[in-house]
T-cell receptor, first 112, second 116 residues
Framework: GENVEQHPSTLSVQEGDSAVIKCTYS??????FPWYKQELGKGPQLIID?????GEKKDQRIAVTLNKTAKHFSLHITETQPEDSAVYFC???????????FGTGTRLQVTL | DAGVIQSPRHEVTEMGQEVTLRCKPI?????LFWYRQTMMRGLELLIY????????DSGMPEDRFSAKMPNASFSTLKIQPSEPRDSAVYFC??????????????FGEGSRLTVL
């Protein structure tokens, strides 16, 4: 089945700095790569996604890049703010299957 | 829309007791998923339904776990008998409509289960 590795598991950055989280996968048939943010006591929420026919997508301070050859995709958060502190999960979706497989999560802490 | 609604938010029970978690998906969504979240194993897919039919239950840990979706607006996840290792946060999520499925999952706020 699908396998996705996520790094780092924890990340601490100062407010205003950038944060990068990376995920690698093994199934070349994977075609949809979303990122979810989970705040304390809540369920994960989609923040950005990318499909396999696109290399990069940006939405204000967040961006996702995809390298299909190397089988990795990354989340980039620029100008980090305290409200960016949360757990971030990458996920992937393969073929016609409707289920998502999630990475192990990255706990991001933005310090003042 | 009210979003995905789960109940109870918190449940504390003793080993051996039956636990029933409930979920109301977003109206019109065709897919419903049950995930379990623990520190050790992260977010694991237990089972998912399409149009009320179970499609993939390969993630259900063992026969003590069962899930049903009697209609489009309600699903249950039952654990009988419960064990301490079942302690986790259980999330329900829904996605997709008949006309458009972007793949986005909409999660409820979870049911935190503690089995003593």
């Amino acid at each position: 089945g699908e396998n996705v590795e996520q790094h780092p598991s924890t990340l601490s950055v100062q407010e205003g700095d950038s944060a990068v989280i990376k995920c690698t996968y093994s199934d070349s048939a994977s075609n949809y790569f979303p990122w979810y943010k989970q705040e304390l006591g809540k369920g994960p929420q989609l923040i950005i996604d990318i499909r396999s026919n696109v290399g990069e997508k940006k939405d204000q301070r967040i961006a996702v890049t995809l390298n299909k050859t190397a089988k990795h995709f990354s989340l980039h958060i620029t100008e980090t703010q305290p409200e960016d502190s949360a757990v971030y999960f990458c996920a992937l979706h393969t073929g016609t299957a409707s289920k998502l497989t999630f990475g192990t999560g990255t706990r991001l802490q933005v310090t003042l | 829309d009210a979003g995905v609604i789960q109940s109870p938010r918190h449940e504390v029970t003793e080993m051996g007791q039956e636990v029933t978690l409930r979920c109301k998906p977003i109206s019109g969504h065709d897919y419903l998923f049950w995930y379990r979240q623990t520190m050790m194993r992260g977010l694991e897919l237990l089972i998912y339904f399409n149009n009320n039919v179970p499609i993939d239950d390969s993630g259900m840990p063992e026969d003590r776990f069962s899930a049903k979706m009697p209609n489009a607006s309600f699903s249950t996840l039952k654990i009988q008998p419960s064990e301490p290792r079942d302690s986790a946060v259980y999330f329900c999520a829904s996605s997709g409509t008949a006309k458009s499925n972007t793949g986005e999952l909409f999660f409820g706020e979870g049911s935190r289960l503690t089995v003593l």
